[in-house]
């Protein structure tokens, strides 16, 4: 029988901890860049310039069609040859910004696509000029569409943080390998961090949730 | 009851296992050279010691050793691939005659085999960018140096370096090497043999700043085999001695045998 010992996971939860709040960090702030060049990129899609497009159609497939783990070698190891030297917490940032990019530009393509010609023209009929039109009519609508498949996708982005310790930066699942170097607890040490992976997507879930409550129930009752 | 079935299937075991095991097949010189082949054990997934060429064959530093053992003893090397875990028991059965195997010389291994003077080592140190000056440990305060996860390197290193050096930790050896080679790092912690690699890709851009450890290997032959172990062992001497084992050495890994091999008893 296998002699559970968490002593050493209790004796250094504040490393696991630690890497736990990096791993928030780096998500949160992934999901907002990610958000901003996912909505960039839909419009460049949808926008009808073709060089735009075929731009983005590049961006899109490239990164979709490649594993994770070779994007951020490439961005840590790689991009120092052309003289770009991030650290490696930045460079992790960048890779799941770019990754989550191009998987939330072609949902949230979807989601501008699904909004009917003719609520647009409804939009300009009451008069709204063509800024107004892209926000309320267009892009609010657009997300409230697609919101679960982006927020799982965000979710998802979360739990694909952990590849980011291959380039040493300090994240929840490098905390864990670097204290299962150290004690040799593997169990338990992967025990607790598939509980806190477990518990942060819970804790993003019901933040999700609670931001649609406040943004795209509407109109009343929806 | 229980008690003396359960005691009873102990000494059975025992005695089945001490069977197997069976006593240690000393080697006959006298017998090697009235064959006119030595068997050798080597390992052949151990670069750049133990490697199979393009042809198939073994080579690779404890193939060349081998050789100008066999030449010495003026025999023909017959060698035996083996793997790490099965190489002693190949010598104790006497399927091979001597290991030439990258044997790190330990005392738990040195009651199970009779070893030789070192012919070779693997050691450990700090290497980093040419024009960095790091004379020792305390000169890590404020660098970042890079390591393997959970290697020998990394329990040295961690244990030296001053609070505030950062230690980068990586999955394995080459991502540590790609992290100095691609500038993201200017030191490392690793072994003259992962060293010797990186040399022979991009010459003297790094070179060694201070050692943390290392490990000698020696030619093991089964114990009781006397008469063998001295003529090993002067071959050991002279191989030492008339530069072919830096030769050798300089073939494989890039530099002259090191003298913590040399010196080491």
């Known amino acids: 029988m296998y002699q559970f010992n968490f002593q050493p996971v209790i004796q250094n939860l504040d490393l696991l901890l630690f890497g736990a709040w990096l791993t928030v960090r780096l998500s949160l702030m992934a999901m907002l860049f990610g958000l901003v060049v996912s909505v960039l990129g839909a419009v460049a899609k949808t926008s009808g310039i073709r060089p735009l497009r075929w731009l983005v159609d590049a961006y899109v497939e490239v990164i979709r069609n490649t594993p994770f783990l070779v994007q951020i070698f490439f961005i840590f190891f790689g991009l120092p040859a052309v003289g770009i030297s991030m650290s490696p917490n930045t460079a992790a940032l960048v890779a799941l910004v770019v990754n989550v990019g191009a998987y939330g530009t072609e949902i949230i393509r979807a989601g501008i696509e699904s909004i009917p010609r003719g609520q647009i023209e409804a939009g300009r009929a009451l008069g709204l000029n063509p800024v107004q039109i892209f926000r309320y009519v267009v892009v609010k609508p657009a997300l409230r569409n697609i919101y679960p498949s982006l927020t799982s996708q965000f979710i998802y982005l979360m739990l694909t943080s952990s590849v980011v310790s291959v380039i040493s930066a300090n994240d929840l699942a490098s905390a864990g390998a670097d204290l299962n170097a150290r004690t040799f607890a593997s169990f338990e040490i992967y025990l607790v961090l598939t509980v806190l992976y477990f518990l942060l997507a819970l804790g993003f879930s019901t933040l999700f949730a609670a931001i649609r409550r406040v943004f795209f129930t509407y109109p009343a009752g929806r | ?265």
């Not at chain 2, 399927?95 to 693997?122: C, H, K, M, W």
């Not at chain 2, 001497?237 to 072919?244: F, L, M, P």
């Open chain 2, 1 to 265: 009851m229980q008690l003396n079935r359960r005691l009873f299937t102990t000494l059975a075991a025992g005695a089945l296992a001490a069977g197997l095991a069976g006593p240690a097949a000393a080697a006959d010189l006298a017998a090697i050279e009235s064959a006119g082949t030595v068997k050798v054990g080597m390992l052949v997934d151990f670069p750049p010691f133990g490697i199979m060429d393009s042809a198939g064959q073994p080579d690779g530093y404890d193939a060349d050793v081998a050789k100008a053992l066999a030449e010495y003893l003026g025999v023909q090397p017959q060698i035996v691939p083996v793997t790490g875990p099965n190489r002693i028991p190949y010598l104790l059965s006497g399927q091979v005659d001597v290991l030439v195997a990258s044997l790190g010389i330990t005392e738990e291994r040195a009651a199970r085999v009779d070893f030789s003077d070192p012919y070779a080592g693997i050691s450990i140190a700090v290497y980093g960018d040419a024009g960095l000056e790091i004379a020792g440990p305390e000169a890590l305060s404020g660098q970042t140096v890079a390591v393997a996860r959970a290697s020998t390197q990394d329990t040295a290193v961690t244990e030296v370096a001053p609070a505030d050096a950062q230690i980068r930790r990586f999955d394995d050896d080459a991502s540590a090497v790609q992290a100095l080679m691609s500038g993201q790092v200017r030191l490392i912690g690793a072994s003259n043999v992962v060293m010797a690699q990186i040399g022979a890709a991009v010459g003297d851009r790094f070179d060694k700043k201070f050692d943390l450890s290392s490990q000698v290997q020696g030619i093991a032959v089964a114990p009781g085999s006397d008469a063998l172990l001295e003529k090993v062992n002067a071959f050991v001497a002279e191989a030492r001695g008339d530069g072919t084992l830096d030769e050798i050495h300089q073939k494989w890994l890039g530099e002259p045998l090191p003298d913590f091999v040399k010196n080491a008893e």
